[in-house]
């Protein structure tokens, strides 16, 4: 009976939120709808006339009913308008408002229509909080996807291409570069390699949600035995969208064509003695303080889809910081997966 009556009031109390939620997300978007209205009707008028609008508008609220309706408030409101137009459109008469306003006014800093879309998605399908998404965003998630990456740089090569990228294509879920700046370290920390496996075994949750979804740790130093000789792999995940193992070796220098060979021979012993049926072919991340143009083009990574280089950073970089390596990382990712002529 305690039983029963505990579901009734979870379901009674989850309802109430749910309803909250959506009327604080309707009020915001109707207020942001009203002010982009207003806002064109005066974009004739002097440039301050409607700001002068905005401020009393903004203190004759705040004086009736408090918190919530200042400046940057009602502004806010008119951004979420005119980012989520559609919001309310409903399928099948359900409502589609699946996140909270705090959700929205964090997506609302994204200003890169597809990125914002995807953002909105992945928290809807992941169960991102607030925070979580807020890191996502600041540390520009979508940007630093390998597919994403691949799509912006070679556009007029995807076009040929005769399908999309599938789900079970690893470019979708590999980021470079990797930001771990809850690891501990800061840049002229020197450490050994051993060190920084331990940093991420002891914030391994934090670890699995920097990588992204599907992640599931297997193991560290993970025992590889040959009939010559032992082997031990740092790190070893199993992503259960892609049904690979994904084996990580931690270097804390610039990647060698030495350490991408290893990972190649790694990824072949891998899947010849732990694969098992059902599994796709194993994916190997050489994660390393510096990734190479040449290591890119002329080793064995190249061309080759199963094996990665992602550069590791210890601290959350500006925007701007961030900005440029990602297009340094997509630079090297085009000399991996395309031919360049001289």
């Known amino acids: 009976m305690y039983t029963q009556a505990s579901d009734i009031i979870t379901e009674a109390r989850d309802t109430a939120y749910r309803q909250i939620n959506e009327a604080l997300v309707r009020r915001n978007w109707m207020l942001g709808k009203l002010i982009a209205e207003q806002e064109l009707k005066l974009k004739d008028r002097a440039s301050?006339?409607?700001?002068?609008?905005?401020?009393?508008?903004?203190?004759r609220l705040t004086d009736a009913?408090?918190?919530?309706?200042?400046?940057?408030?009602?502004?806010?409101?008119a951004k979420f308008y005119e980012m989520f137009p559609e919001i309310f459109h409903t399928v099948c008469g359900k409502s589609s408002i699946l996140l909270s306003w705090s959700h929205y006014r964090t997506l609302i800093q994204e200003f890169n229509k597809d990125a914002r879309s995807w953002y909105e998605q992945e928290a809807i399908t992941q169960g991102w909080s607030v925070r979580t998404l807020q890191r996502n965003i600041s540390s520009q998630y979508y940007f630093r996807l390998l597919a994403s990456q691949r799509k912006n740089l070679v556009e007029q090569e995807m076009l040929q291409l005769t399908a999309p990228l599938q789900s079970t294509d690893p470019t979708e879920f590999i980021k470079n570069p990797v930001i771990?700046?809850?690891l501990g370290f800061t840049a002229d920390n020197s450490f050994q390699e051993s060190e920084l496996e331990q940093s991420i075994i002891n914030n391994l949750e934090k670890f699995l949600l920097e990588m992204g979804k599907g992640f599931a740790f297997v193991a560290r130093q993970q025992h590889i035995h040959t009939e010559k000789k032992d082997y031990y792999i740092d790190l070893v995940f199993y992503n259960y969208f892609l049904k690979s193992f994904i084996l990580i070796d931690l270097k804390t220098s610039i990647i060698t064509h030495q350490d991408v060979g290893q990972m190649d021979m790694y990824v072949r012993m891998y899947d010849e003695l732990k694969r098992t049926e059902g599994d796709n072919p194993t994916i190997g991340i050489v994660l390393c303080s510096e990734t190479d143009e040449d290591i890119a083009r002329f080793s064995v990574l190249h061309d080759n889809d199963r094996l990665f280089a992602s550069k590791y950073m210890l601290y959350m970089p500006t925007t701007e910081q961030l900005r440029a390596e990602i297009e340094r990382q997509k630079e090297i990712f085009y000399l991996k997966h395309r031919n360049v002529e001289e």
């Open 65 to 77: 009913y408090g918190k919530g309706f200042n400046k940057t408030s009602l502004y806010a409101y």
């Open 180 to 182: 771990g700046e809850f």
């Open 48 to 59: 301050n006339y409607g700001m002068d609008i905005i401020t009393g508008l903004a203190k």
